[in-house]
């Protein structure tokens, strides 16, 4: 295909982007009416929260539609999933019954004076990126110019005034700074301008006064930070007006529309705009699309709309609107077809609200808090198909809605507490591990002669502190199954109940007593082997308040949010889970600095003080080692000694350094999904919880011995017992009274050097 044939090509599906916006509002209401008159009778025979497969017999619940996989027999729950409301909808159709390559079959050029550097069909031109500086001569009979992504910096007076046969003209793209008064002048034809990206800083009043016929005007990006309302003068026809990210404080006025009587699309997203009020907009009857998302508004008076009584798409997203008034939409109630008031994170939502969009399609309403939420807000949308939530149990106030968004946080679904089938079942596997575990090490430590009772009593606490890990796991997977199948149904009223706030607190204090015992027991560790002749080893009263101070701490970290809830919210049901891992958009002020300064504060200092010590440790054992001897023995030894304080800083490091980034990115509000904390809270949180029986009990040199003299006298006792009536009984005492039971490890000659205890090597 020649090169003057993708040009036209490209040129017809331009068109084509452009076209669907001449569609008229009865266009719309023909549609839309189209769209929801059916809705009701089909979905009749259909329980509520249910929808039919087609026209099959067959219903489906909301959670099963449009979920990715084909669950009616004919394929219908996955069909019109897109959000296709209003322009959109009626765009795709356009293009299905329009053709565009019967348009560029001919390619020969009509204009006698045209740049070589451009290509031309017809009388269409196009000087596309060819460094153009200034706009160049062209044929009078010229109908299509294209000069974008060039270098003119300027347009002077009645540089187009020759071309009076214009239609068309791009200008996006290129260092415009100044545009004349009568630039534009004698361009009686011209119908759609562009002049997006550019750098102009000002629009002299009335340039646009020849433009007539213009019905397509682009003026985003562009530093346009006050326009006046005569800048406008002489565009009766035009019907589109972009002005996305021009720097606009406010709207021009006492009537914006004054000039643009038939104005039908005003797109003003991500400017700086403040205010709204009915005698800006009362000339802009013919609207039908009006977009001011990423803009100031913190206002809008009640009778802001009432004139505009053909809007079909409303968007005030991402503003810092507080405040709307209850009848704000009363006027829209024949006409609007999809509203977005996401992202205005003070906005309250009235129970009435939307009492009058009987023929709303699509409702967003993401990032907003809604307390009160109820049914009935949503009841008098009979013909709504989408809406969005901030949170996915929001859903189950609107179950005649066919899609709502989002169904699920990561960690819930629809129907299961924990969504994911892996979390489900690794959520017992764990909860078993690090109960059963830390349940074997506190018998077998009760059972078995300690060396050091006072170490052995600490490893004891620590083992119950883990323990509350795994019975907090037990929990969540016993409220899954509860909940299983219904779990939308639920999650408000269990997210805010007693028992989440009580499983919350107990991994909370497990978590916060788990870190303090093994910071106390790597500092009591410290002092014995770096400083072996010190007498600063605790007594048997002072490790006793150690240990009751650590409880109490741990105590009233996991309480204090529980104290008040006005100043903390509801700290603990955040989420499923209830574990306040990350910071909430929503979170109050204080409970985000609270958790701030225990995840942040106190644990960083906390794993910090156990990596230096164990450093510290090593490196003493490691200038001990150098000193003795056997330095092939001394070797072995120090590498044993190296694995387990690795495994133990290691084991610490895959829990917090985790958890720490996800604390950091959540402040930076960066958004954290939520299979991310899922997995960190049933994965990540619990490893020091399970691994901790093993890394200082199971794996000690010490324990291990005493276990196999254990298990050997065990075993005495029972061949004893067993062959005591043989005649041989005497011969087998005396040979099994022979076999060594217990050996001195090698190791305990170089604790004698060091002054450690054998159970801390």
Known sequence: MSARKLMTLRMALSDMMLIFIYLTHTEIEITGASMVTNQPDVEARCPLGHFPCGNLSECLPQALQCNGHKDCQNGADERRCGDNIGWADLFGRLLQNNNPVDLYFLDECFLQEYPETCDCIKTEVECVDVNLQVVPQLSPNVTWLSLRSNEIQALPDYVFCEYAALERLFLQNNSLKVISRDAFSGLFSLKRLFLSENLISSLSPGVFRDLHHLEWLMLDHNPLRIVSLDTFTGLQSLIYLSMVNTSLEQLPHPSFCQHMPTLDWLDLEGN??????????????KLEVLLLMDNR?????????????????LNLSNNRIRNLPKNIFKNLS??????????NPHLHIYPNHFNHLSYLQSLALEGIEIPDIQTKMFQPMKNLSHIYFKKFQYCSYAPHVRLCKPNTDGISSFEDLLANIVLRVSVWVIAFITCFGNLIVIGMRSLIRAENNLHAAC???????????????????????????????????????????????LAMLSSEVSVLLLTYLTLERFLVIVFPFSNLRPSKLQTGVVLASIWLLGLIIAAVPLMNEDVFGNYYGLNGVCFPLHSDRQEKATAKGYSTGIFLGLNVVAFLVIVCSYSSMFYSIYKTGINATDMRSRLHKDVAVANRFFFIVFSDALCWIPIFLVKILSL????????????????????????????????????????????????RKRTLKKDHKSLTSSTVFMETSRVPCYHSPAYLHHVSLTGANPQYA
């Not at 700086?272 to 009857?285: A, D, E, G, P």
Request: net charge positive; aromatic share 12%; with cysteine.
């Open 459 to 505: 490893i004891k606490v620590l083992c119950c502190a883990d323990c509350l890990m795994g019975v907090y796991l037990f929990f969540v997977g016993v409220f899954d199954v509860k909940f299983r199948g219904q779990y939308n149904r639920n999650a408000l009223t269990w997210m805010d109940s007693v028992e989440c706030r009580t499983i919350g607190f």
């Open 272 to 285: 700086q705009i403040q205010t709204l009020n009915y005698s800006i907009l009362k000339r802009c009857t």
């Open 668 to 715: 930076m509000e960066v958004e954290i999904p939520g299979t991310i904390s899922s997995w960190v809270v049933i994965f990540i949180l619990p490893i020091n919880s399970a691994l901790n029986p093993i890394l200082y009990t199971l794996t000690t040199s010490f324990f291990r011995e005493q276990v196999e003299g254990f298990l050997c006298r065990w075993q």
């Open 334 to 343: 024949k006409s609007l077809l999809k509203l977005n008031i996401s992202h």
């Open 297 to 313: 508004i913190r206002n809008v008076p009640e009778n802001t709309f009432q004139s505009l009584l053909k809007l079909a798409e």
